[in-house]
């Protein structure tokens, strides 16, 4: 018995959204026949006991390709979990809290029953997020930086200020962590690379406070240090996967049971958010998100065996960031980069208005036929984020350079249609 | 271009497995084309802005599905979540004693700084684990019975005790919740159909204390009475779809904001564990698990418009299981059921250790050899769990009558030739 797949429409269409975004058909084709029949088990991979060899061997080899992929070192575990990137923003903080209090058992009752600040660079929609939830919690937040209120931003995000420039906690205080956003995805806003901010960070600051960093939106698009960092988390559905798992990779030492620091100010911390019960399992403390996991390995083989590794997608990323921006500058003031930051313009997600030659200022109707030209070249969730408007086109791994280059001609004659009064 | 499945083993497959479960081969296939091209979108679901119309009419269709099958009153909100059965253990509670603290705002002052009691009946594995957890995050926890502990139980899991003899809370002493679990998957035990233990509830404490049910391995399987409940909850991967996904059907009510119980003595609740940011979202506060939202729509709609609803699984669930527990009865004691009380084994997962005829002991052999056997049926996933050990087969609403005649007919052979010394 068998069954055909009409994959005709997909192959016409280029998919930019923004996440969830688009995988690679391979992949996508590979997990329909997983779903049905994984591996010759005459079941399909959701209809595996998470507890069989099977499905162990899977975890195993996601997990070693994921390593692979990013050098991740000993010193650091790999934990697949749920409830997307949003919470992390929760668990980061409960965790290092606990950690913190696990190691320094009296430094609540000496601090006047205040726990250790937690330091937060906040450069868009996410980290204004992220610093929210861990007050909420109780953590006593300290936003080092907020880029919507320094001079010129006129309280909008699109730039990155320089490290010099923020207010760290003293080194003194013992921060529990420093918390950034690699990439925003919602702003367009990504640190440059590589290796910043951590190379700005005072060497007592940078060796001594646990650091955070939330790459949901451009893993795997370029090298990492992750042995710099406490946690490196990201959220699966932009370059990784299907929405429904996320990957935090966390140094080992900061990993402990929680219920030790309670007495000592530590947060209590719901099971499922225990970064040690993760560890102690296997990523397997409960069921996880089977397929989520499954597709994201995948992903996983496909680009560390057929194309190049994290090396390949930091080359190509740059090659169709440089052809979109090169667009955009050369569109004479039609389109307008939202990023006001050139260096802090993301490969990931090129936001941008559209203007009326020569007026520099955002003109909805004309935003609105450009969707509708992307339409019609099958070019498909072009649309901003609600809270910036305009067009957000972005860029992941799993979009071709020959699809970037569509892109690149629809705005091209776009543009001179705009210069030319057709539009 | 097509692409071919090939679902020929599939076919001659029988996946007893406790969980994840087998799915309808009809709702794989369609979910297989549904990840490359969505409804002719050009873009498989999970690569779907799960803020475009498209998902959001996916959205409120299986939620319309569920409330049709399970007859969900208005009184109460339906909400796709994250992080398996195990999160809820920790959500239910939190939740609850934030309503509570938001309720009562004195209660916490005027009690010596205790939390309201949290009362549990312990029946099987998973009702052990929810209240260890409650403890765990502070709650002021009553186990209200515990099965392992009652007279002729020698510390197993087995039986059902009387409501009567449950140790329940004061109603005076505004008891936050009572938590139980319909089908206690790892033990094989079941409350007996329809309405127990709510009808045996002193009617104060039933109309005035708010009930959790996980239902996590028989929803759908017999009808619930939904309005006699503050919560029933259950994570997909048996009766509903891939893991992934978790729904919690929740009196609206009973949901508040948790940030204003705080001061009152209520929980700090991490944000993706709230269930009012769900409420206020329409489940999607953040991106959810897309797969396996979908796949469970796909099985709501199947069993809803092609199989008879919840009414014509009921009748399959009691033809099933009776033709399995018939042929343990007929077996002069070779197939041993681990649940001594009769009414309450699980029409679910059933759970029994095969004994040399006539000597009424488990025998590791006489278990290895019958898994071999169903292996060569190709039943597959028969095991019990590593905790009780013997045999374990699942009646999901995935297994068809006729799959679970097959099974009737390898277990009445074995039983037969175990009795001749064949074995």
Same mark, same amino acid.
């Given at each position: 018995?068998?069954?055909?797949?009409?994959?005709?429409?997909?192959?016409?269409?280029?998919?930019?959204?923004?996440?969830?975004?688009?995988?690679?058909?391979?992949?996508?084709?590979?997990?329909?026949?997983?779903?049905?029949?994984?591996?010759?088990?005459?079941?399909?991979?959701?209809?595996?006991?998470?507890?069989?060899?099977?499905?162990?061997?899977?975890?195993?080899?996601?997990?070693?390709?994921?390593?692979?992929?990013?050098?991740?070192?000993?010193?650091?575990?790999?934990?697949?979990?749920?409830?997307?990137?949003?919470?992390?923003?929760?668990?980061?903080?409960?965790?290092?809290?606990?950690?913190?209090?696990?190691?320094?058992?009296?430094?609540?009752?000496?601090?006047?029953?205040?726990?250790?600040?937690?330091?937060?660079?906040?450069?868009?929609?996410?980290?204004?997020?992220?610093?929210?939830?861990?007050?909420?919690?109780?953590?006593?937040?300290?936003?080092?930086?907020?880029?919507?209120?320094?001079?010129?931003?006129?309280?909008?995000?699109?730039?990155?200020?320089?490290?010099?420039?923020?207010?760290?906690?003293?080194?003194?205080?013992?921060? !529990?962590? =420093?918390? /950034?956003?690699?990439? @925003?995805?919602?702003? #367009? $806003?990504?640190? +440059?690379?590589?290796?910043?901010?951590?190379?700005?960070?005072?060497?007592?600051?940078?060796?001594?406070?646990?650091?955070?960093?939330?790459?949901?939106?451009?893993?795997?698009?370029?090298?990492?240090?992750?042995?710099?960092?406490?946690?490196?988390?990201?959220?699966?559905?932009?370059?990784?996967?299907?929405?429904?798992?996320?990957?935090?990779?966390?140094?080992?030492?900061?990993?402990?049971?929680?219920?030790?620091?309670?007495?000592?100010?530590?947060?209590?911390?719901?099971?499922?958010?225990?970064?040690?019960?993760?560890?102690?399992?296997?990523?397997?403390?409960?069921?996880?998100?089977?397929?989520?996991?499954?597709?994201?390995?995948?992903?996983?083989?496909?680009?560390?065996?057929?194309?190049?590794?994290?090396?390949?997608?930091?080359?190509?990323?740059?090659?169709? !960031?440089? =052809?979109? /921006?090169?667009?955009? @500058?050369?569109?004479? #003031? $039609?389109?307008? +980069?939202?990023?006001?930051?050139?260096?802090?313009?993301?490969?990931?997600?090129?936001?941008?208005?559209?203007?009326?030659?020569?007026?520099?200022?955002?003109?909805?109707?004309?935003?609105?036929?450009?969707?509708?030209?992307?339409?019609?070249?099958?070019?498909?969730?072009?649309?901003?984020?609600?809270?910036?408007?305009?067009?957000?086109?972005?860029?992941?791994?799993?979009?071709?350079?020959?699809?970037?280059?569509?892109?690149?001609?629809?705005?091209?004659?776009?543009?001179?249609?705009?210069?030319?009064?057709?539009?």
């Amino acid at each position: 018995m068998t069954n055909t797949l009409d994959i005709t429409k997909r192959e016409q269409t280029i998919n930019l959204g923004a996440g969830p975004s688009s995988l690679p058909t391979s992949v996508l084709l590979e997990a329909a026949q997983g779903i049905l029949d994984y591996q010759g088990t005459g079941m399909g991979l959701t209809e595996l006991s998470h507890r069989s060899k099977t499905f162990q061997a899977l975890m195993d080899k996601t997990e070693a390709d994921l390593r692979a992929l990013m050098s991740v070192p000993d010193s650091h575990a790999v934990l697949f979990l749920q409830g997307g990137g949003t919470e992390q923003f929760s668990a980061t903080a409960l965790n290092l809290l606990a950690a913190h209090a696990v190691h320094n058992p009296d430094y609540f009752a000496t601090n006047g029953n205040q726990g250790p600040p937690c330091d937060y660079a906040v450069t868009g929609s996410w980290t204004a997020k992220a610093v929210k939830e861990a007050a909420r919690l109780g953590a006593n937040t300290n936003v080092a930086v907020d880029a919507r209120k320094v001079e010129g931003a006129g309280g909008k995000f699109g730039s990155i200020p320089r490290v010099s420039e923020w207010k760290l906690s003293p080194v003194a205080s013992k921060p !529990a962590m =420093l918390y /950034y956003c690699d990439n @925003e995805t919602v702003d #367009g $806003v990504e640190y +440059p690379s590589p290796g910043f901010p951590l190379d700005q960070l005072p060497e007592d600051y940078r060796k001594t406070v646990p650091i955070v960093a939330d790459c949901s939106s451009n893993i795997l698009s370029r090298p990492i240090d992750v042995a710099a960092h406490a946690i490196v988390f990201f959220g699966a559905q932009k370059n990784v996967g299907p929405s429904g798992v996320t990957v935090a990779i966390v140094r080992k030492d900061l990993i402990v049971d929680p219920d030790a620091g309670v007495a000592h100010g530590g947060p209590r911390i719901p099971t499922t958010l225990v970064y040690k019960n993760m560890l102690d399992n296997g990523s397997l403390y409960n069921t996880p998100s089977m397929f989520a996991i499954y597709a994201s390995g995948l992903v996983f083989d496909d680009l560390l065996r057929n194309k190049g590794g994290v090396a390949g997608a930091t080359e190509r990323s740059a090659q169709k !960031a440089a =052809l979109i /921006y090169g667009v955009i @500058e050369a569109s004479e #003031g $039609v389109f307008l +980069p939202t990023v006001r930051q050139a260096s802090a313009r993301s490969r990931m997600n090129v936001t941008f208005r559209i203007s009326k030659p020569g007026q520099n200022q955002p003109d909805e109707k004309l935003e609105d036929a450009f969707v509708k030209r992307c339409a019609e070249a099958n070019i498909v969730q072009v649309k901003g984020h609600r809270s910036v408007g305009g067009i957000r086109t972005s860029l992941y791994n799993a979009v071709t350079i020959e699809q970037t280059q569509k892109l690149a001609e629809v705005m091209k004659t776009f543009a001179r249609d705009a210069k030319d009064g057709k539009l």
